[in-house]
């Protein structure tokens, strides 16, 4: 039998822990080691990067951590595979290859191809197709040490590897659907290693003080291991998996480039300490259309904060609102868009004056500079000396600053160059072969039986349910889990998409789906539009919807008093009424 494939992560993001690259190196035994550098928003700030120097357009700071560890990954014989191509793989592949030079050290660079859209799209700052791994997979059976691509999905950096090593092909789906999943707990680093996690508070401190990087280990017939390097900190669960499984995705069908994986498949199993088997996932061909994300800049942004100290919060906010508006109509300069928000943040008898202080939020936007940057500082600082008592703010605006937008498009699969370029410069074709299956939602699962009726209390949701959250675009998702089969019968039935609204009151008004996942004993909710235009557009106070799901955990219901009896008390858990 081949033996299983050992793929690590170093990066979860354009800013992720730097060292990690040399820890995951010396830290344990690694075939493949990867680098997920790319989001919507990075794809933004490269575009913006690529304006002022053509050149430019990828992750700089893997360079940098190449320069440190190349030559230790040519001595351990582990393939480097990286999306840190950004919108100039070639770019990167050739800096890649200087480096190497410079280094005298002899390694073999393949980069891919084919994403940029961008002549498709001209009124776009940057259109960028999401290719599959068979690229990626290319370059490793034409002898590649080190491949950098462009915009992959970040599971590709996973079935690319395992479709080169154990020679997969595209009709695979099983196998490729295994690798798929195994690839999205990869790809956000130590959010699958107890980062991040509802239930942190359940573990000492010290084991969350720097949690180690994950790595997968992929078998031949799809399943995996997910585990991390020995005396690394952190901890691999089935709690962490299913964090990471629900995170940014939606329902059953995980639709990419390379398949279809089907999450209601998934069986996660706990085979040892920091040790979860992912097992018997399906897979489907892929849909016969790639997504395709595009970047615009959508204007100008600017934002004041007016602390509002003690007494009298509710007219100091409407005082101060009324001046500013006034101002912008004298000044025939209101913004195209004006959004206030009040947080009430203060407390009655406060100990300290941050303790007693309100904020309110002024953010305006509009397609030209002048009405957010001068048109806003003046209107917001010329009142310090006449408006509410104790008027200051939390820093002047400045000067405004553009913002971006994100759309995604869809394209023919067939209509897109997808390109391997392998190390000695031969530029090989990737046709998927596999064919395709429109993708269409399925049937909602039956629900277990209801818990029985009997006594509830008033608590929080996040004593018995964990979540995570995260955005896609404009919408955001919301997963909630659950740990025993007894809470699962409860929150099946009772998070609906009613009760969702009410417990999340900026849901109202909005496109709420819920997906049941009983497999994972979790749902998976999809709020569209909450986020606007995307991250890069800060529609709201958390515009990757980050914290959406602990805010979820926090609100009160009433659950069931024997679900609240078999929580332990931890420093998290608050006293239950």
């Known amino acids: 039998m081949t033996a299983p494939l050992r793929i690590g992560n170093a990066s979860g993001f354009y800013g992720d822990r730097f060292d990690a690259l040399r820890d995951m190196l010396t830290g344990g035994p690694l075939d493949v080691l990867t680098g997920d550098y790319l989001a919507e928003l990075t794809m933004l700030i490269l575009g ?44 990167l592949a050739d800096a890649v290859r200087e480096l190497a030079g410079r280094l005298g050290i002899g390694v073999r660079v393949a980069h891919v191809e084919g994403d940029d859209l961008g002549s498709r799209f001209p009124d776009a700052l940057t259109a960028n197709a999401y290719l599959g791994g068979a690229g990626i997979a290319a370059c490793l059976k034409g002898g590649a040490d080190v491949v950098v691509t462009g915009r992959v999905t970040d599971a590709a950096l996973a079935t690319g590897p395992a479709a080169a090593h154990f020679g997969w092909g595209d009709g695979d789906h099983d196998r490729l659907a295994g690798a798929v999943v195994a690839g999205h707990i990869l790809e956000c680093g130590t959010q699958a290693t107890g980062g991040n996690y509802a239930f942190f508070g359940e573990r000492p401190a010290t084991d969350l003080l720097r949690p180690g990087f994950p790595l997968a280990e992929i078998h031949e017939d799809g399943s995996a291991v997910i585990t991390k390097h020995d005396g ?115 407390r009655a008898d406060a100990p300290t004056e941050e303790g007693a202080s309100a904020f309110l939020r002024l953010v305006v936007r509009d397609p030209q500079q002048e009405p957010v940057g001068r048109a806003l500082s003046g209107a917001a600082i010329e009142l310090a000396l006449g408006s509410y008592p104790g008027f200051h703010v939390t820093a002047p605006p400045g000067k405004g600053a553009p913002y971006g937008v994100f759309e995604a498009a869809y394209v023919e699969r067939g209509t897109v160059d997808h390109v391997a370029v392998l190390p000695g410069g031969e530029r090989r074709p990737v046709q998927a072969t596999g064919g395709s299956l429109v993708l269409e939602d399925l049937d909602q699962p039956p629900l277990p039986a209801p818990l029985p ?125």
């Open 48 to 91: 913006r990067d690529r304006l002022k120097d053509p050149a430019r357009g990828y992750a700089k700071t893997f360079l940098r951590q190449l320069e440190e560890c190349l030559g230790l990954a040519r001595e351990r014989g582990v393939k480097i595979v990286a999306n840190a191509g950004g919108l100039n793989p070639a770019g």
């Open 453 to 577: 009726d009997g006594p509830t209390r008033r608590a929080p949701l996040g004593l018995v349910a964990g979540a995570r959250s995260g955005d896609k675009g404009g919408d955001a998702n919301v997963g909630v889990w659950v740990r025993t089969d007894d809470a699962w019968r409860w929150l099946a039935h009772e998070l609906t998409v009613e009760r969702f609204r009410e417990l999340v009151p900026e849901a109202q008004g909005l496109g709420v789906v819920r997906h049941v996942l009983p497999n994972l004993r979790a749902l998976n909710f999809v709020v569209e539009g909450i986020l606007g235009a995307g991250v890069a557009s800060q529609a709201r106070f958390d515009p990757q919807a980050k914290g959406l799901g602990e805010w979820l955990r926090a609100r009160h219901l009433d659950i069931p008093a024997v679900l609240l009896e078999a929580v332990e008390p931890n420093e998290t858990t608050e006293v239950l009424p």
């Open 232 to 346: 690394t900190g952190g901890f691999v669960d089935v709690g962490t998996v299913t964090a990471q499984l629900l995170y940014e995705t939606s329902g059953a069908r995980y639709a990419g480039p390379d398949v279809t994986a089907r999450l209601d498949t998934v069986t996660l199993t706990q085979e040892a300490p920091d040790r979860v088997r992912v097992s018997g996932v399906r897979g489907e061909a892929p849909p016969p259309d790639l997504k395709v994300g595009l970047n615009r800049l959508g204007g100008f942004r600017n934002e004041v904060v007016f602390v509002l100290t003690g007494l009298d919060v509710e007219a100091k906010a409407a005082l101060v609102r009324a001046q500013v508006e006034d101002s912008f109509g004298r000044t025939k300069s209101r913004p195209e868009e004006v959004r206030w928000e009040l947080v009430r943040a203060d």
